[in-house]
């Protein structure tokens, strides 16, 4: 029962970051009218995304008339009739409804989705972006177009609206599989191989993506924010991204080395160049904590400090909670410095 | 021959037209997934496979076709209507050579609907 | 002739028929006492068999309600992410492999013999062996969540989340060794139902006049044959990985985890078809009985039963859309999938067809079935939408594909068969359920269920992923996880009334008339209670709805007029007849109660369970203890030597009651038995040139830049002595023929010793050439291809010192060479298995 008044408190720090979630929409992203739609296939802000909705309304219309005849002819059917059909009329109705009919409609279906396919997987442009699925995070490199050194980051993506981006999708340990809704279908991230999977935003936007393959104790866990961002927006921000951390010394990060969180993680500009947990170097930047679930405040990061495992079961992550709280708040308050 | 001029229609002459599409799915699928596996880009043509694709998808629809023509004879060229429940040994022959013919017709399509990509899609991506 | 004498004429007559009457209930009586649960009669073991596996039903929508608690609210904190991933897994197993196929096989057992007014069916030990074998191995998949041991990576059980054995712990061997046992039950059963339709009917009952059931049953058990044993050769390759190191899956040693999924989905496509196929077919019954006209388009459902058993094999990857594929390839299934649609709705049309051409009546089965095409044409719709791709995308692995297959089961599988059970109560128990409480029942499932699983749909939408313990509020998703834990709540509260009812309720009811529906079909020929020996006597039958065409005969059946009228020595008969015309050739002696099926499943059973603890001496002991075991049954209960070549069966005519080769139902068995090993073969091969397909370099080079490989020399003793043991027995086979005991012994012994000098030498090819399995994939692949075909090699040698023993013992003689027949047809399959793994292995290397 102890266990499930640790879920509780999590389940309380998700609500919490929801609140957040929608405040931030409406300040700064005035697009979304709230977080409803952040994750949904229906509010389509993508080329495939759009494409595919467009397709299901075609569909559930169709198949919404077929219902309503098909039962609409059972109902006639079971109905007491003075004079019942003849057989070879009902064999007709077989021939017909039950096989030309069908036929030729599934082959139109099939034919509008056999040309839509190569057209949603066209190569993508001179940016090209890697993402690693990892229990139960995110690991983010981009390439930025013309070279350059690729940019570390993680648990949030950013795409420049209007381009044809690329993502290389890999995983280390097990299967996971990368989805945004709002932007295109999922692709998953296999142990052995390079999956490809082409965004092209419409709009700008605070979008969610999640984990849609069971990866183990945390997969519901296992979420991502996507902004969308005007191209020169972007490019800014990429060449930010690409600096070291904006506040490198101070007591938060002596403490930060002290107790070997650098084994880790990485913060680049200072000692700290692990590779195993999510790089930190902006982690102010990004709108949530722990892969999607937390909001990125000082109290949800002095928590996952001290207790990562009741916030995400089996999480790789050990718990600090035996450091005095003056130290946590001090390394929760350099992490919060961390733009 | 299982398709061509078996005197009598039994259940493997009723089995053999989806046995064909059975195989034909095979070749297209274990084809593809050969070229595309050994592919060094996945945009370049796959001009050679979908040739393939096309012939062996005219020959199981010849093949088809042929069992086609065999079980209409074992329905005795539709002389007799449904729904073939006497139970004589010529009424059960008819009965097998129109479910033959049922076959053949779901196995003809289905072989074309297979087809189908190898039309529309020229890569591997 | 006076009214004296055919009144004493009529008197003889009478008490003829009372004793014999009197003799078949003797040959037929059912165990009491302890001694009840030795009963391996159909219509026993069927009552079990339905039974267990409602109640697994029970326990797995049990969790689904827990899982719909904990889904009510969002960040709700009822039940722990390690609880409820075990709940999630073991609802989709059980319900799939505990629940769905055997209550298929449940109900075929219990209505295939009274559907073809056979007494039982041709192996009746082999169906209570695949009983206790599904029950021992049903109750230890479940009981494992008490102690928290239970599988917790979903149904699929996707590598390498569960070949990491620091992530899921015995839960996954649990799951492997559990359902592998039970698949092989599910695989007994299938031959047992395809023997039964093909060989079992009544005279006269021709191909085109079968009852559309049995045509399902054909088509089903024939998928299960080629869909369980992928499923299989995936276990073992599994099993190999967990509990040896093994990689199949491991991409770092050359293995793929996307193999598993190939593996799985061969099976689990096919598997969602084995399900729903034979549910259609209880519909396929009941819509002529109450549209009072006899089915419009029989062949159309042959068509379409036999197209869906087809292309149900061409659909697996529509599973996995999203790993990656080429999009050409996806196309390919793509269409397969739309292309499935086709027969399934000419099976729909059928039925409507049926209902236009007849004059319906109301009745509570007819209500479950207008419940089921209601909901089973929504899934079958979102089903088109989600075989086409690009939706797929979106749709795959999220509430979408739950309701999506919700609607599909329970539309297609669960209503037609409650449908089935309100239709067929009163052929078990002689009673009807309550109408009454029927129509409460109906409308709280129906409405429960929409409640429940419509608005998954939209969940899955707006982007609520599957197999999540929590998710967060405030994103669109609370009100319709709220709606759909409240109607999952509702369906629970129609199920269980329904349990009451039929545990029960109908106890109270008076019994029912003799064919209380007016149906037309067999198994409503029987008076009500049935009794134990089934059909008093068997008819010839010339019509597809025979109750309907010849109304006199039940008369003619009571009266024993008709075929095997009597059991004059006391023993258990039923009539075995031709494939396509049902003419008689056999009257066929089946064995009795025992004990033996019961011990042989314990002892199997043991032998998975121990394996599971890594216990592996004492599972080998049990081992040999249930090959025994099995041994004995077989001794006792097969190939008997009847005291008299033929007898008469009744209208004039003489049947043998031994006949051996083809014309045997053994050797169907063994046929059919062999196809599905054979198909469990072809997986094994497919594995190992998947990984050449996938590797750069296949076979790996060794550090002289060489191929590796087991060489030339071993493999090709193993060759010749393998076509040399082959050769001898068909020489021992032509020595029996020709009288010559001594021969035959010879013959079986001489092979056996070169059988098992090739098994050695297969063995000592990857031995000698230092192939370590732990290393890479391809050494494992050729070592399990190789102790597949030596394995073969083993149990082959098996059966030829048991032929021997049975030449010694007489009961293996020229006129009774049903062993030898059988062995040599195994033989047959063994040395395609054997010289085909020595051909890929030896010279696969020199190709590549």
């Not at chain 3, 006597?537 to 009228?565: H, K």
């Not at chain 3, 998975?608 to 040999?624: A, E």
Request: overall charge positive; hydrophobic content about 50%; some cysteine.
């Amino acid at each position: 029962m102890a266990r499930h008044g640790r879920f509780r408190s999590a389940g309380g720090m998700m609500r919490l970051k929801l609140g957040g979630c929608r405040g931030r929409a409406l300040l700064a992203l005035p697009v979304l009218a709230g977080c409803s739609g952040a994750q949904s296939a229906l509010d389509p802000a993508g080329f495939e995304a759009d494409a595919v909705a467009r397709l299901f309304w075609i569909m559930l219309g169709a198949a919404a008339l077929l219902w309503v005849a098909v039962l609409g002819l059972a109902r006639y059917a079971a109905r007491p009739r003075q004079e019942p059909w003849r057989h070879r009329s009902a064999g007709r109705l077989i021939l017909w409804c039950g096989a030309i009919g069908p036929t030729l409609l599934l082959c139109g279906l099939l034919v509008h989705s056999l040309l839509l396919m190569p057209a949603l997987r066209a190569p993508g442009g001179p940016l090209r972006v890697e993402v690693q699925g990892e229990q139960f995070w995110w690991r983010v490199r981009y390439h930025p177009p013309g070279g350059g050194p690729p940019v570390e980051s993680a648990n949030a993506l950013r795409l420049p609206v209007g381009q044809r981006v690329e993502l290389r999708l890999t995983s280390p340990d097990v299967i996971h599989s990368f989805w945004v809704p709002a932007l295109a279908g999922k692709m998953d991230m296999i142990p052995g191989r390079t999956n490809r999977l082409v965004l092209e935003p419409s709009r700008t936007g605070l979008f969610r993506g999640a984990c849609a393959e069971f990866c183990g104790a945390s997969h519901a866990l296992m979420a991502f924010t996507v902004e969308v961002m005007e191209p020169a927006a972007f490019q800014r921000w990429l060449a930010e991204e690409g600096r070291p951390a904006a506040a490198p010394a101070g007591e938060g990060a002596a403490l930060f080395l002290k107790n070997g969180c650098g084994a880790c993680h990485t913060v680049r500009g200072t000692p700290a160049a692990g590779r195993v947990g999510p790089d930190l170097t902006h982690l102010a930047s990004r709108p949530t904590l722990g892969a999607g679930i937390l909001d990125n405040t000082r109290a949800n990061r002095e928590h996952f400090i001290t207790h990562p495992r009741e916030i995400k079961p089996s999480a790789l992550m050990p718990g600090f909670g035996m450091l005095p709280e003056g130290e946590i708040a001090a390394i929760a308050a350099w992490l919060g410095r961390l733009q | 021959m299982l398709i061509y001029n078996r005197k009598h229609a039994d259940l493997w002459t009723l089995l053999a037209p989806p046995a064909i599409w059975a195989i034909h799915f095979l070749v297209c699928y274990a084809a593809a997934a050969i070229a595309c596996a050994k592919a060094e880009d996945i945009f370049a043509g796959l001009g050679g496979l979908r040739i393939l694709i096309l012939v062996v998808t005219l020959l199981a629809l010849a093949l088809i076709a042929v069992a086609g023509l065999q079980a209409r004879r074992h329905w005795g060229f539709g002389t007799d209507d449904p729904p073939y429940e006497q139970p004589t040994a010529d009424v059960r022959q008819h009965f097998l050579g129109y479910a033959t013919l049922l076959l053949c017709a779901l196995s003809f399509v289905s072989v074309v609907f297979v087809a189908l990509p190898a039309l529309t899609i020229a890569d591997c991506r | 002739m006076s009214d004296e004498t055919t009144t004493r004429h009529d008197g003889a007559d009478r008490a003829r028929q009372e004793a014999q009457q009197r003799r078949l209930d003797a040959a037929w009586e059912t165990p009491k006492g302890w001694r009840y649960w030795s009963a391996v009669n159909n219509t026993e073991v069927g009552v079990w068999y339905t039974a267990t596996s409602f109640l697994f039903f029970l326990f797995a929508g049990a969790l689904a309600l827990l899982m719909r608690a904990q889904l009510a609210v969002p960040d709700n904190g009822l039940v722990s992410a390690p609880l409820y991933n075990q709940a999630f897994t073991l609802h989709g197993t059980a319900m799939m492999f505990l629940f769905a196929v055997p209550i298929f096989e449940a109900v075929a057992i219990l209505l295939l013999p009274t559907m073809l007014a056979a007494r039982d069916l041709p192996f009746p030990r082999l169906s209570a062996y695949g009983y206790w074998c599904f029950l021992i191995g049903g109750i230890f998949v479940c009981g494992s969540i008490f102690f928290n041991a239970a599988p917790d990576a979903g149904w699929f059980m996707y590598p390498p989340l569960t070949t990491d054995t620091r992530i899921t712990g015995i839960g996954a061997d649990v799951w492997l060794l559990g359902l592998s046992f039970i698949e092989v039950a599910s695989i007994a059963a299938a031959v047992e139902l395809i023997v039964g339709v093909l060989k079992c009917r009544p005279p006269g009952m021709r191909i085109n006049t079968i009852p559309l059931y049995c045509w399902y049953v054909l088509i089903v058990a024939g998928m299960i044959l080629f869909a369980f044993p992928p499923l299989i050769a995936g276990d073992i390759l599994f099993e190999l990985e967990r509990l040896a190191g093994w990689p199949f899956f491991d991409p770092k040693r050359g293995g793929d985890p996307v193999l598993w999924q190939h593996l799985f989905w061969i099976f689990g496509h096919p598997e969602v078809y084995i399900v729903f196929l034979p549910s259609i077919a209880l519909l396929a019954m009941i819509i002529p009985t109450f549209a009072r006209r006899p089915i419009v388009g029989y062949s159309w459902i042959v068509l379409a039963a036999v197209g869906t058993g087809f292309l149900s094999f061409g659909l697996w990857v529509h599973h996995m859309f999203t790993i990656g594929l080429p999009a050409i390839s996806i196309g390919f299934f793509s269409a397969a999938s739309t292309a499935v649609a086709i027969p399934t709705g000419v099976q729909i049309f059928v039925f409507i067809a049926t209902m236009l051409a007849g004059r319906v009546t109301a009745s509570t089965p007819m209500l479950f079935a207008a419940g089921s095409l209601a909901i089973f044409v929504v899934g079958g719709l979102t089903g088109v939408m989600v075989a086409i791709a690009p939706f797929d995308w979106q749709a795959h692995d999220s509430y979408f594909v739950v309701a999506h297959l919700h609607y599909v089961l329970i539309g297609g599988m669960l209503l037609p068969l409650f449908a089935g059970a309100y239709y067929y109560f009163p052929l078990m128990t002689a009673r009807k359920l309550s109408d009454r409480l029927a129509r409460w029942v109906f409308w709280l499932m129906f409405a429960g269920f929409n409640i429940a699983f419509l608005p998954m749909h939209l969940s899955g939408l707006r982007g609520m992923p599957r197999r999540i313990f929590t998710y967060p509020g405030g994103m669109g998703l609370d009100w319709l996880n709220l709606a759909s834990s409240a109607g999952a709540a509702i369906f629970a509260a129609g199920v269980l009334l329904f349990t009451w009812d039929a545990a029960w309720g109908w106890r109270r009811r008076a019994n029912a008339e003799r064919n209380p529906w007016g149906a037309g079909t067999l198994e409503w020929l029987n008076p009500l209670p049935q009794p134990s020996c089934g059909v008093r006597s068997v008819p010839g039958i010339a019509s597809r709805y025979p109750l309907w065409d010849d109304p006199d005969l039940p008369r003619r059946v009571d009266e024993g007029r008709e075929y095997l009228p009597d059991a004059e020595e006391g023993l258990r008969e039923t009539l075995v007849t031709s494939v396509l015309d049902a003419g008689p050739i056999q009257c066929l002696r089946v064995p009795g109660p025992s004990f033996l099926p019961m011990v042989a499943a314990i002892l199997t059973g043991a032998v998975f369970i121990l394996t599971t603890f890594h216990l592996y001496w004492s599972g080998l002991v049990f081992g040999v203890a249930a090959l025994f075991a099995i041994l004995a049954w077989l001794w006792t209960g097969t190939a008997m030597v009847p005291e008299k070549q033929a007898k008469d069966v009744g209208h004039g005519t003489r049947l043998p009651l031994y006949s051996s080769g083809p014309h045997s139902v053994g050797w169907w068995a063994m046929f059919i038995t062999m196809t599905g090993d054979m198909t469990a073969f072809a997986s094994l091969l497919f594995a190992y040139f998947y990984y050449w397909t996938i590797l750069p370099v296949f076979p790996p080079l060794d550090a002289a830049g060489a191929p590796l490989g087991p060489g030339l020399l071993w493999p090709g003793l193993a060759l010749a002595a393998s076509l040399s043991a082959w050769g001898l027995m068909l020489w021992a086979r032509r020595q029996n023929a020709a009288g010559r005991a001594g021969g035959l012994r010879l013959g079986l012994l001489l092979s056996a010793l070169l059988a098992a000098g090739s098994a050695a030498a297969m063995l000592m090819g990857p031995w000698q050439a230092g192939l370590q399995p732990e290393t890479h994939s391809y050494p494992a692949a050729v070592w399990v291809l190789l102790l597949w075909a030596a394995a073969h090699y083993a149990a082959g040698i098996v059966m030829q010192l048991y032929a021997v023993a049975r030449s010694l013992a007489g009961k293996l003689t020229r006129e009774h060479d049903i062993d030898i027949q059988n062995i040599v047809l195994y033989w047959h399959f063994a040395a395609i298995t054997g010289h085909v793994t020595l051909a890929t292995v030896a010279l696969f290397p020199l190709l590549a």
